[in-house]
């Protein structure tokens, strides 16, 4: 799930309950979490998220 999940947000998609429910849950665990916000700041990026805390993606460190 890590590496498919990294490639998606990567590539500029937003992952959402609707949209990849699989990848939605596992970014509900704080673990995973941590794990994809320390891989993708070592690339420069960042992960964001709806107030709703509906959909995650990347946007460049500024």
């Keep these: 799930m890590f590496d498919s999940l990294l490639k998606d947000l990567l590539q500029g998609k937003f992952i959402c309950e609707i949209s990849d429910a699989p990848a939605f849950r596992y970014l509900q665990e704080f ?3 941590q794990q994809v916000e320390e ?3 070592r690339l420069g ?3 964001s998220e709806s107030i709703q805390n ?3 993606l990347r ?3 500024h």
Aim: aromatic share 20%.
């Design 31 to 33: 673990d995973n979490v």
């Design 39 to 41: 891989f993708l700041n």
């Design 45 to 47: 990026y960042r992960d």
């Design 54 to 56: 509906q959909r995650y």
């Design 59 to 61: 946007e460049k460190k």
